[in-house]
């Protein structure tokens, strides 16, 4: 019994470390992937963040400059304009 229980163990051995190579090498190509994943996650991140910056300050500088506009057509019609900016005849 000693000895059929011997061989069975080093048949269990070589086929545990068999499996342990295998998932060592899916395991490497896991890791690889969401690597590469993480990578590609951070980018989209990063478009993200920039472009709703971009948009916020353009819609901040279109509401300042409507606002600028708004206050010179206003001038203009109520007659209160600067000097400066009257046309001389």
């Given at each position: 019994?000693?000895?059929?229980?011997?061989?069975?163990?080093?048949?269990?051995?070589?086929l545990e470390t068999i499996q342990g190579i295998f998932a060592a090498i899916f395991h490497m190509f896991e890791f690889a992937l969401r690597s590469v994943m993480?990578?590609?996650q951070g980018f989209v991140n990063f478009v993200e963040g920039t472009l709703g910056f971009?948009?916020?300050n353009f819609f901040i500088l279109g509401t300042?400059?409507?606002a600028?506009?708004?206050?010179?057509?206003?001038t203009q019609r109520q007659g209160t304009a600067?000097?400066?900016?009257?046309v001389k005849n």
């Amino acid at each position: 019994m000693g000895v059929a229980s011997g061989i069975a163990h080093i048949f269990q051995s070589i086929l545990e470390t068999i499996q342990g190579i295998f998932a060592a090498i899916f395991h490497m190509f896991e890791f690889a992937l969401r690597s590469v994943m993480s990578v590609f996650q951070g980018f989209v991140n990063f478009v993200e963040g920039t472009l709703g910056f971009a948009i916020h300050n353009f819609f901040i500088l279109g509401t300042v400059a409507a606002a600028i506009l708004a206050y010179v057509l206003y001038t203009q019609r109520q007659g209160t304009a600067p000097v400066s900016r009257r046309v001389k005849n």
